[in-house]
T-cell receptor, first 112, second 118 residues
């Protein structure tokens, strides 16, 4: 079963704009991770945020986590055509070292 | 390249045939995971190894599926008597325990094996 739900399912923007994707989950977590997947390829790890963290940055990425609302957001600033991909949030169901539970993903399309 | 590798990248087979996929994790990682991903969906967990021990299996892993990690290094996933519903991308990931209690356990994924059952 899938715990996370990303919103929106699809997002189309112009290069240079910011893209925001949201993720909601159901159970307590240890950490939440965001992954990117280019069409038909494997997943690339973007960023991990622990349950005791509220915000984290990595380059053009900013992730927030609100454990009281069981939600997270991924912001990509100054988007580029190369950011075109599907983005997934994944949670660990409060147990390290076990399965990640993924949502269905947000498909981001950045046009030049 | 020291990432996770999977072989083959693509497999086309006829219904009823057996297939086997291989995953080589990042060398120092003792945890290895298999996931399945169908079109338009996120990956779904199949099974998890810590070293050579298979510690967790999903209900998705029917009796036709078997996974091994004989020496705690590479792993194989076999599907017997394939069905058209088995068509999917099979992803392997590996991780190592984090330093802090609870672990960060970032999972690093391979490129996947795309299976098509005709």
């Amino acid at each position: 079963s899938q715990q996370g739900e990303e919103d929106p399912q699809a997002l189309s923007i112009q290069e240079g704009e910011n893209a925001t994707m949201n993720c909601s989950y159901k159970t307590s977590i240890n950490n939440l991770q965001w992954y990117r997947q280019n069409s038909g390829r494997g997943l690339v790890h973007l960023i991990l945020i622990r349950s005791n963290e509220r915000e984290k940055h990595s380059g053009r990425l900013r992730v927030t986590l609100d454990t009281s609302k069981k939600s997270s957001s991924l912001l990509i600033t100054a988007s580029r055509a190369a950011d075109t991909a599907s983005y997934f949030c994944a949670t660990d169901a409060n147990q390290a070292g076990t399965a990640l539970i993924f949502g269905k993903g947000t498909t981001l399309s950045v046009s030049s | 390249d020291t990432g996770v590798s999977q072989d083959p990248r693509h497999k086309i087979t006829k219904r009823g045939q057996n297939v086997t996929f291989r995953c080589d994790p990042i060398s120092e990682h003792n945890r290895l995971y298999w996931y399945r991903q169908t079109l338009g969906q996120g990956p779904e967990f199949l099974t998890y190894f810590q070293n050579e021990a298979q510690l967790e299996k999903s209900r998705l892993l029917s009796d036709r599926f078997s996974a091994e990690r004989p020496k705690g290094s590479f792993s194989t996933l076999e599907i017997q008597r394939t069905e058209q519903g088995d068509s999917a991308m099979y992803l392997c990931a590996s991780s190592s325990p984090g330093v802090l209690a609870g672990g960060t356990d970032t999972q690093y994924f391979g490129p996947g094996t795309r299976l098509t059952v005709l």
